[in-house]
Each structure stands twice: as structure tokens, then as C-alpha cells.
């Protein structure tokens, strides 16, 4: 960290006198700002009382630092702060050249005492915390490898600008020299200057023998700082790496931070320094156009530099170029990556060097399968709408060098013989489903920046197109598998021969998609529940599961998968709150069920989800004890969405009645697991009920949609699967309680009912279904007064 990071993060006291020491103007604080690292690395000192020249140099250097820095300024000239930054910069370059033109020792004397005086703050300052005992700032918000990259980027900076103050002093050297040997050559045309020319041949022979030590200096110092990029390099891609996994996982539905803005500041300050080194390579090109010898080190080492570096250039910009927003459906569901024909999409593209020439404006290609001729079988598409963009920096909400694309449709091309009526698949079609089909979408991108080309690609994971949007589920399946076990990015053939995964693995993507959809994810006993189903009682952490067993196997009627995304679904639509506040179990097995409830008192019920419905269910099993104190469970027909959207289900377990002959109904749901009375869990999300006037003339009665359960209070029990009972459940309703709180009396249809003849046997008797309430102006044939039916 360098002495001025360290001051800008004193406390008040210690910062107000730093601003006293800047307050005379002697030295600008915008100027000790903008050029902190290198003023701390140069000998001031020895400059002030030593060496004119190397003063003279160093406010040179100074000043053609700050005409860098105001032409880095330029590129955001149209933001309003870059605009006052820039002229008080300006201002404060234009002062400094008037003030110390003439007498540049007398600045390197205040540089070299206001180092000292910051050091003598930062020391008291230090002093003044070690009593308090705190923690340094931010020490544990960057990593060591964030420090370590920092720390070689500052590094380079600091050498770049060393290079450029001996380019310079090689320069002057050289001009001297110059000078000096076409005087000679002049003076050597004529007879007087025939008896001191050896004399000048040697001081000429020791200035080019210091050139050349200068030259061979500076071309090892370049050598160095090539091998110390290039290990920058290797870091930037390990942690562009770690960004690349970042977004697979929030591909797949995880909270990670995908943000580019750090990687895009140390990709930006890496190719700011090797563009100003290949800047300074042409300068030394255009000295050695200018003087050369035998032999002169830059004839033979200055290509291969040159070489070395484009390469580098060209590399660090190649890794620079990547999909920031992967491409995806404006749907409000997560599941970006499957795309539907026909159907609007919207994809980005970035460039994290942030370096733009704005005479050379930067266009990007879209397409798709650019590798089509090795994807026999595989449909074709075409991108629809424009599939070329101009690169823009920094637009209102978007940070960065970007290219959008929005609004972009794929349409299948079309191949003779394919099509209804063929006989089988059309010739676009291959051996795997279409939800199989891995597509990628390529952007190219033509790159210029001072006379520098070449041309950059990046690909997006692979992409789904389904055409119907009954084939999300199966294509989202798909990807899931393929981000969750694939190193390989490109593979496009993948499910030829899909790797199997790992219960480790799956279980953190299965949570994920809960995470992403709901707020709530699957804790871990959730977890061991759909481990034990899928992998079996034994299974651990590294349990393997395969592509089929998880999307295909279809034993129980449907798959794994078309379960678990029917659950998901079911909870998204129909029971969000419950979910996200933990009132439902979920994912809990009839053994464990059990086990949970038989030392719980009478009454108490959970919520899990169906495990025999593929699009979701949802029910409830309750306790209750016999005569001799045995638990009895049963378990109401599970719920699904049909019947959630007709009555949520909070309403349903407010409502639930369990009918038994010659006994009142009540309502067996008394306590949510553990022991929370009923209306205290669920009251918050209980329909408004609206209260009877008796007085209020009315044409109709209120009615309200309830679930019971009629059963027999001495009928035989239905057989146990995994000890619970089941009963069925039907619509009733409200009218009847109503009904009789008025005095109108009503029939309740019930199938079970011993005094009713079967269904069919009477043909006075309207087939209505069990549980439904029929009032009595319906049928009066069948009129029962409310005493009868007490």
C-alpha cells in the first residue's frame, strides 16, 4: 500500500493536518494524487542537493505524466466530474511549469520535505492506534490474491513510468551525441580541425559506449517487465476464472456476486501499461532509425520484444472479451439459457479493457453454431433482427465497454423432406432430443486501438431452443446437468454420453432452484429426504446419480426431475408465504412423517408434498390416539393446483371438516408441527371472512368453498400405507352451515351414507357428488328439516 492509500485513510485529526500541509499550494494535492506512486519511488533528496540534471529530468518527467493523465481523462469527457477533473489538473500542471521552469531543484526540495512530513503524520497517527487497539480497515474485504494483483499492477505502473524517464535520458543522450558527431564530420571537412580529431574520436567513443550501456540497460529492464506481466496475466485469468464459475452458478439459480467491475479495473491498468509499452517501443524504434552502430542491441532484440508483446496484448484482450449477461427470455421465471423460437431474447457482451479509440468504432457479429459442420443431425437457426452492433462505453445503468443485444429472435431453417406427413424426423433432426441440443452464440469482435488490431471472440454457455413451452421443464433439466458436471464450456455433443453427478453436487443445485424461485432453499434434512429417494437409505455425499436416473427414469410414471419441478411450481403459484416462512415441511417421507408426529398431542399435523403427483401436491397428515393410546395417522388426498386456485390453502386447513356418523364435524388439524396452534401459524394468510346481517335483504346467500372429509365413526379402516390413513376429501359448500344457522335446512349427498341407496338405484335421487350441499328449493322432494338432519 503506498504512503498516500495510507493517509487517505487517517482519521479527521490526522487529515486536517495533511490538508495544512498542501494548504500554500507549493504542491497541488490533485497532482499528489494522480501521480502518488511514482512521486513516493523517485530520489528527491539526492535531486535537490546533488543533481540539477536529474531534478531538471524529474519535473520534466512530471509534467509529460500529467499530459498522460489528462489524455486517459479525455475518454470520459462527457461525464460532468472527468470535465472539473481535467481542468483543475490542467490548472495545476500549467502552474507547475510556470513556477519551477527555471529552477526545477527548488521542487525537488518541497516534494522531497512534504514525503518526510507525511511520513512524520503517519507515524503519529500510528501511534495514536496502537492504544486503542484496532483492527486495520478493511482488512478482511480483499483477499490475498486481490492484494497480490493489485500490488504487481502498481508494481508496473511504477516501472513504465522508469522506462519512460530513461527512454527520455537515452533520448538526450542520444541527441547530444548526435550533435556532437555531425559537428565532428563538419569540423573534419576542414584542415584545422585535423590535429584534435583524435581527442573528439575518444569522448565520441565513450558517449556511444554509455549509449549503448543505456540501450542494453533499458532493453533487459523491457525483458523483466514482460516476464512480470505475464505473470499479472496468469493471475487475472485465475480470478476471470473464478468470475466464469460465479456465473455458472447463478446460471443456475445460486446468490454469487457476478459483478465485473474489479476485474475489468485490473484488466483495464494491465493493457494501459503494455499499450504505453508498446508506445515506448516505437520510440525506441524511431532512435534507432536515428543513430545506429555495430553493434547496436536494438536492431537484433527490438522485433522480438515488439513480438512478445503484441502477443501478450493480443492475449490479455482475447480473455478480456466475455458474455456478461448469458442469454435469456424476458420471463419472470429464472431459468435463463433455454430459448423458445420465435420468442424476444437479450444477450451482452463485454469488453473489460476499457480502452476505446473513439476514430475506430468497434463493431460485434452475432451468430450461431459458427461450428455447425461438426453438429450432423442438429436443427439449424437463424438469428433474426440485426446481428450487428456497435461496442458503447459507459451508457445510462451500464457500466463498462459493452455490446447489447436485445430484442434478437432465432427462427429454424427449414429443410426439404422435413416437415408433417414425411414419415418420421425431418432432416434436421438427429439421434437426441431437442431438448438435448446444445446451441452456442458467438460474438466477434473486430478490436483497434492505437494502430493495434485484431480480432476477438467470446461464446456464451450453451444455449436450448425448444419450440413449444410445454418443453421448458426438459430443457431447463438439461442445463442444469450440463453446468453442474461440465468443465467444457463448448462441448456441444455433451449428451452423447452424459457424465454422471455427484449427490453433492446435485444437492446444492436442487437447493438453488428453490433459492432462486422462492427465497428459501432446502435445508439439510429436506436434502437427506430426496437423497434417500433417488440414491437410496445408504447413500452419501459422493453417491453418483446419472442423467437418466435423474430426467428419464420413469418408473414411477414420471421422472425425478418432472416431480421436483412440479413442486416447485406448485410452491411459486400457490404457496410462496407458507414456503418462504417455513409453515410447510415439504419434503418429508411417510416414515419420518411418522416418527415426527406419534409423541405430538392429538391434533398436531404437518405439511409435505406429495411424492405420487408429478405436477405437484401438497398434503397434510394429522395424529390422533385410541382408546388403549396408540397414535392413528391419516393423511387428507393431496391438494394440487387445480384445487389451490379455487381455495388457498390456509382457507383449507381453517375450514377442514372430518364428517362421522352421528358426530358433529369438527376439524382435526389443531397444531402445526411442533406445537403452534393452528390460527396462530396461519392466521396471517386467511381470506377475509365476511359476517352474516340477518337483518340484510339479500337475493343470495353468502357461500364459501370448505374441504371435509366424511368418514364413518364406526366403519372399517381403509387399508394403512406406511401406517397413515387416507381420507377423501370433497368440495362443501358453506351454504349448508348457513343454511341452518337460518333455518332453511338442506341435504348433504354423501357417498358412504348408510341410509342412501347406491348411486343409479333411485331414480328419484339426483346424482350430485359426495360432500355437496344441494339447498332445498332444488329439490323439495327431498326436503329435510334442519331438526332431521340433526
Given amino acids: 500500500m503506498s504512503q498516500w492509500q495510507q493517509i487517505q485513510k487517517l482519521e479527521r485529526p490526522h487529515l486536517e493536518l495533511v490538508h495544512d500541509l498542501y494548504s500554500d499550494d507549493c504542491l ?61 489538473l490542467r490548472c495545476s500542471k500549467l502552474n507547475l511549469q510556470a513556477k519551477y521552469q527555471d ?48 500490488g504487481r499492477l502498481m508494481e508496473l505502473q511504477r516501472t513504465i513510468q522508469g522506462l519512460k524517464c530513461s527512454t527520455d535520458q537515452l533520448e538526450d543522450l542520444q541527441d547530444i551525441f548526435d550533435f556532437r558527431f555531425r559537428t565532428q564530420k563538419i569540423l573534419e571537412s576542414t584542415a584545422s580541425a585535423a590535429a584534435p580529431a583524435p581527442r573528439r574520436h575518444q569522448e ?32 487475472l485469468l485465475a480470478e476471470l476464472a473464478v468470475w466464469q464459475d460465479r456465473q455458472r452458478q447463478a446460471c443456475l439459480g445460486a446468490t454469487c456476486d457476478t459483478s465485473l467491475a474489479e476485474l475489468e479495473k485490473w484488466f483495464t491498468g494491465s493493457a494501459e501499461v503494455l499499450f504505453q509499452l508498446l508506445q515506448l517501443l516505437k520510440t525506441l524504434e524511431e532512435l534507432r532509425q536515428k543513430v545506429s552502430y555495430e553493434p547496436d542491441p536494438l536492431i537484433v532484440e527490438l522485433p522480438q520484444l515488439e513480438e512478445r508483446l503484441q502477443e501478450q496484448i493480443f492475449c490479455l484482450l482475447k480473455s478480456a472479451f466475455v458474455v456478461e449477461v448469458q442469454p435469456h427470455m424476458p420471463l419472470p421465471n429464472h431459468r435463463p439459457l433455454v430459448l423458445k423460437t420465435s420468442n424476444k431474447f437479450s444477450v451482452r457482451a463485454r469488453l473489460l ?51 447489447d443485444f436485445k430484442y434478437n429472435m432465432l427462427k429454424e431453417q427449414k429443410s426439404c423432406g422435413s416437415g408433417k406427413g414425411k414419415g418420421g424426423k425431418g432432416l434436421n433432426e438427429g439421434l437426441l432430443p ?35 413451452i410445454n418443453q421448458m421443464s426438459s430443457a431447463w433439466a438439461s442445463i442444469l446437468w450440463f453446468l453442474m458436471v461440465n468443465p467444457n464450456s463448448m462441448n456441444q455433443l455433451f449428451f452423447n454420453s452424459p457424465p454422471a453427478a455427484t449427490w453433492d453436487q446435485l444437492s446444492a443445485v436442487l437447493s438453488w432452484q428453490f433459492q432462486a424461485a422462492t427465497e428459501r432453499g432446502l435445508n439439510m434434512d429436506q436434502l437427506k429426504m430426496l437423497r434417500e429417494k433417488l440414491c437410496g437409505p445408504n447413500a452419501t455425499l459422493q453417491s453418483t446419480i446419472t442423467w437418466a436416473q435423474f430426467a428419464k427414469d420413469m418408473t414411477a410414471g414420471f421422472s425425478f426431475w418432472t416431480w421436483i419441478d412440479g413442486v416447485l411450481l406448485l410452491v411459486k403459484e400457490h404457496l410462496l408465504q407458507l414456503w418462504k416462512n417455513e409453515l410447510i415441511m415439504g419434503f418429508v417421507s411417510r416414515k419420518r412423517e411418522r416418527h415426527l408426529l406419534k409423541r405430538k398431542k392429538a391434533g398436531t399435523f404437518l405439511l409435505r408434498f406429495s411424492e405420487s403427483i408429478p405436477n405437484g401436491g401438497i398434503t397434510c397428515t394429522w395424529v390422533n390416539y385410541d382408546d388403549e393410546g396408540s397414535p392413528k395417522f391419516q393423511s387428507v388426498e393431496p391438494y394440487t393446483k387445480d384445487e389451490l386456485k379455487v381455495i388457498p390453502l390456509p382457507d383449507i386447513i381453517r375450514d377442514y371438516q372430518l364428517l362421522a356418523k352421528e358426530v358433529n364435524p369438527e376439524n382435526p388439524l389443531q397444531y402445526l408441527y411442533p406445537d403452534i396452534p393452528r390460527d396462530e401459524a396461519f392466521r396471517p394468510y386467511y381470506s377475509e371472512r365476511r359476517e352474516a346481517d340477518l ?50 335446512g338442506g341435504l348433504l349427498f354423501d357417498r358412504q351414507d348408510p341410509f342412501l341407496p347406491p348411486p343409479g338405484e333411485d331414480p328419484q335421487l339426483p346424482q350430485v357428488p359426495a360432500g355437496l350441499f344441494v339447498p332445498p328449493d332444488v329439490f323439495p322432494e327431498l326436503y329435510v328439516d334442519e331438526r332431521d338432519f340433526h
Avoid at 131 to 139: C, H, I, N
Avoid at 362 to 377: K, P
Avoid at 435 to 441: A, F, R, Y
Wanted: glycine share 4%; with cysteine; hydrophobic share 40%.
Fill in 28 to 88: 497541488p494535492m490533485e497532482v499528489r494524487e494522480y501521480l502518488a506512486y511514482w512521486i513516493e519511488e523517485q530520489k528527491w533528496s539526492q535531486a535537490a542537493q546533488s543533481d540539477p540534471s536529474q531534478a531538471c529530468c524529474l519535473f520534466h518527467t512530471m509534467l509529460a505524466l500529467l499530459d498522460d493523465q489528462l489524455g486517459r481523462l479525455v475518454l470520459g469527457e462527457e461525464n460532468n466530474s472527468n470535465m472539473v477533473h481535467k481542468h483543475n
Fill in 103 to 150: 529552477q526545477p531543484e527548488q521542487l525537488a526540495s518541497i516534494i522531497d520535505s512534504l514525503l518526510r512530513k507525511e511520513k512524520a503524520i503517519l507515524s503519529a497517527a500510528l501511534a495514536t492506534s496502537q492504544t486503542r487497539v484496532e483492527p486495520p480497515p478493511d482488512a478482511s474485504l480483499v483477499s490475498s490474491q486481490q492484494h497480490n494483483i493489485e
Fill in 204 to 235: 565520441l567513443q565513450v558517449m556511444l559506449n554509455n549509449m549503448d550501456c543505456c540501450r542494453k540497460e533499458l532493453l533487459a529492464q523491457i525483458q523483466e517487465m514482460l516476464g512480470r506481466s505475464a505473470t499479472l496475466r496468469e493471475l
Fill in 353 to 403: 479493457v476499457k480502452l476505446l479509440d473513439r476514430n475506430h468504432p468497434m463493431e460485434v457479429q452475432i451468430e450461431i453454431d459458427r461450428n455447425a459442420a461438426n453438429l450432423g443431425g442438429f436443427r439449424r437457426f437463424n438469428i433474426l433482427s440485426s446481428t450487428t452492433k456497435t461496442m458503447v462505453m459507459d451508457r445510462p445503468q451500464v457500466a463498462g465497454l459493452i455490446c
Fill in 434 to 468: 431437442v431438448t438435448e441440443e446444445l446451441h452456442i452464440i458467438t460474438f466477434t469482435l473486430d478490436y483497434c486501438y492505437q494502430d493495434f488490431k485484431c480480432q476477438l471472440q467470446t461464446s456464451t454457455l450453451p444455449v436450448v431452443i425448444i419450440s413449444n
Fill in 695 to 744: 337483518m340484510e335483504q339479500r337475493l343470495y346467500l353468502n357461500r364459501r368453498l370448505i374441504r371435509v372429509s366424511s368418514r364413518q365413526s364406526e366403519e372399517v379402516q381403509a387399508p394403512e400405507l406406511n401406517g397413515l390413513h387416507h381420507a377423501n376429501n370433497e368440495l362443501l359448500h358453506n351454504d349448508m352451515m348457513e343454511g341452518l344457522e337460518h333455518g332453511l
